[in-house]
C-alpha cells in the first residue's frame, strides 16, 4: 500500500490528504490551478503552525510515493521536476513570511533606537534642567533665611534635607533611565552599577559573574541592559527573591546571559496562554532580543525560582567593537 493511499486513509479532509492528491495530479498533468492549490497549502500549512521540516518531511513521503509509481526514468524524471515545482510554490508563504518577520524585526530596532533618544532626552533634562531649579530654589532660600528671625530660620533649615532627598532621587532617575556608563564603559559595567542600587533599595543580595570583555555594537549592549534592568525589576515587585545571580558567558558565536532567583516562581508552562502573566515587561523583553536575532525562555516552577535565560549570536568583530557615545 503506498505513501498517498496512507495518508489518504488517515485523513480524507486534512493538510496531507489535500497536499499528497495536489501533488500526484500536478505531477502527471500539470496546471496552473494545481500550483495556486499548493501556495494555498502552503499559507494553510503556516496558519497552523507546521514547520519547514514538517512540510519537508510530507513532501517527501508523497515524492517517494510517486517515484515508486513512475513507469520508467523518463517519467520519474518528469516527476521529481514537477515535485521540486510544486515545492517551491508550497513553501513560498514560509518566504513571505520570513521576509515579514526581517521588516518587523528592522521596524522594531528603529522604535527601539527611536525609544532610547527620548530616554537619553528625558534622563537628561531630569538631570541638567530640574537640578538647575533645584539650585535656584537652594539659593532663593538661603536669601530668605538671612532675612528671618533666628526661630524662622532654624524651621526654613529642615527644608534644605528634604530638597537634598529630592535631588539624589532625581540624579538617581537620571542615571537609571540612561546610566552614561553605559555608553563610555559599556552594558556590564552598566548592570554593576544597576545592581547595586537595586541592591541597596531592596535589601537584596545581587551577584554577577562574567568572564567576557570589550564592547559590543551600542545596539547590543542597550538591549541587553534594557532586559537585565526589566528582569530586576520584576524580581522586586514580585519574586520574593532572597538573592539573585546574573552570570554572562559566551559560547561560540553566541553571547549568553542569565538572570536567576530563588524566589516564589510560576508555572512557565503557562506563559504561552496566560496573557497576563506577561505583561509588557516580558513582552518588551522578547521584543528587544527578538531584535538581536536572539531568544529568551523562562525556566520556573512555583516554590524553585526563575531563572530567564537570554541568547544573542554575534559577529567575528562584535566582542571587540566599540561603542562611541553620540556627542
Not at 284 to 296: A, I, K, P, Y
Amino acid at each position: 500500500m503506498n505513501t498517498i493511499t496512507n495518508i489518504r486513509r488517515k485523513s480524507k479532509s486534512g493538510l496531507e490528504h489535500q497536499y499528497a492528491w495536489a501533488l500526484r495530479n500536478y505531477a502527471r498533468r500539470g496546471g496552473e490551478a494545481l500550483l495556486g492549490k499548493a501556495y494555498e497549502l502552503g499559507r494553510r500549512a503556516t496558519n497552523d503552525g507546521k514547520s519547514l521540516i514538517e512540510m519537508a518531511s510530507l513532501h517527501h513521503q508523497c515524492l517517494l510515493a510517486l517515484c515508486r509509481e513512475a513507469k520508467g526514468d523518463a517519467q520519474r524524471a518528469a516527476f521529481l521536476k514537477a515535485a521540486a515545482d510544486f515545492l517551491t510554490e508550497s513553501l513560498s508563504p514560509y518566504e513571505m513570511a520570513h521576509r515579514g518577520f526581517q521588516d518587523a524585526v528592522k521596524a522594531l530596532k528603529q522604535l527601539n533606537e527611536t525609544l532610547e533618544e527620548e530616554i537619553k532626552r528625558i534622563a537628561s533634562s531630569v538631570h541638567d534642567e530640574a537640578g538647575q531649579l533645584l539650585v535656584a530654589v537652594h539659593l532663593a532660600l538661603a536669601e530668605v533665611s538671612g532675612q528671618l528671625p533666628d526661630i524662622h530660620r532654624q524651621q526654613l533649615a529642615t527644608i534644605e534635607p528634604l530638597l537634598d532627598q529630592v535631588e539624589n532621587q532625581l540624579r538617581r532617575y537620571s542615571h537609571e533611565l540612561r546610566p552614561t556608563i553605559l555608553d563610555d564603559l559599556g552594558w556590564i559595567p552598566a548592570i554593576r552599577f544597576l545592581a547595586e542600587g537595586v541592591s541597596k533599595r531592596a535589601n537584596l543580595p545581587i551577584q554577577i559573574r562574567t568572564k567576557v570583555g570589550g564592547r559590543l555594537p551600542a545596539p547590543v549592549e542597550i538591549a541587553l541592559y534594557r532586559v537585565v534592568q526589566e528582569a530586576l525589576t520584576n524580581i522586586t515587585k514580585h519574586a520574593r527573591a532572597r538573592c539573585v545571580a546574573i552570570q554572562v558567558s559566551r559560547n561560540g558565536p553566541m553571547l549568553c546571559c542569565s538572570i536567576a532567583d530563588d524566589g516564589a516562581g510560576f508555572d512557565s508552562r503557562s506563559l504561552q496562554s496566560d496573557r497576563a502573566r506577561k505583561g509588557l515587561g516580558l513582552i518588551g523583553m522578547r521584543e528587544r532580543v527578538n531584535s538581536l536575532g536572539g531568544t529568551l525562555s523562562i525556566d520556573s516552577a512555583p516554590g524553585r525560582g526563575t531563572k530567564l535565560m537570554i541568547h544573542v549570536p554575534l559577529t567575528k568583530d562584535s566582542s571587540h567593537a566599540r561603542s562611541r557615545r553620540p556627542r
